[in-house]
């Protein structure tokens, strides 16, 4: 019997960090990044945030080049970790799943104070210092002509957690089929090197 791809899963945290770090890495993101797109993704989850929904998007739009959010994220938190009053970087057109810029933004805000993104249509969400996030009613799933702020507004009321992540069978076989391309492929010399290199035994 076989499960449905529309079907859910709960995982651990550890899980769903770690898959989403080997499937980032197994895309073609540097380990470095595929590092930070697991802690992103855990980031979100523990905020009770769709994050299942914009890892898979994602993952669909392609990972890495000027359009990644995690890549783009990553570079924000090195700009706000070098200067905290340096200007914010421009946000790329286009730029898809921009759910996943929110724990990168929260990286630039924990100093203190309050980043936003605004669009077209007025302000699309903002993290405080705390990792409260509020949307407004710019919030797309697509990030075309937005740009990042220094906010003054006053930190958002604590928001709801929730308790583990749940995904869908088929995200988690995208997921697994990601990761796979980080394995070694079997051979002698890899079979001849498996394991430790002296006896646990007593």
Same mark, same amino acid.
């Given at each position: 019997m076989t499960q449905s791809d529309s079907q859910v899963i709960e995982l651990s945290f550890f899980e769903w960090r770690a898959q989403v770090a080997k499937a980032a890495r197994g895309a073609g993101l540097p380990w470095g990044h595929a590092e930070e797109a697991g802690w992103a993704a855990d980031w979100l989850v523990h905020r009770g945030?769709?994050?299942?929904?914009?890892?898979?998007?994602?993952?669909?739009? $392609? *990972? &890495?080049?000027?359009? +990644?959010?995690?890549?783009? $994220? *990553? &570079?924000?938190?090195? +700009?706000?970790a070098g200067?905290?009053?340096?200007?914010?970087?421009?946000?790329p057109a286009?730029?898809?799943a921009p759910g996943l810029l929110l724990p990168f933004m929260w990286r630039c805000a924990s100093g203190g104070g309050t980043i936003a993104l605004r669009g077209p249509e007025g302000l699309a969400a903002r993290v405080d210092a705390m990792g409260e996030v509020t949307f407004g009613p710019g919030w797309a799933g697509v990030a075309r002509g937005w740009s990042l702020w220094r906010d003054d507004?006053?930190?958002?009321?604590?928001?709801?957690?929730?308790?583990?992540?749940?995904?869908t069978v088929a995200l988690m076989k995208t997921l697994a089929g990601l990761a796979l391309r980080t394995m070694v492929p079997a051979s002698e010399i890899s079979r001849?090197?498996?394991?430790?290199a002296v006896s646990d035994n007593d």
């Open positions: 945030l769709p994050a299942a929904d914009w890892v898979a998007t994602w993952l669909r739009g $392609g *990972v &890495g080049g000027p359009t +990644c959010p995690v890549a783009f $994220g *990553v &570079g924000l938190s090195d +700009c706000c200067d905290p009053a340096s200007g914010l970087p421009t946000v286009d730029l898809p507004a006053p930190p958002a009321a604590p928001g709801r957690l929730t308790p583990r992540p749940v995904v001849a090197d498996a394991g430790a």
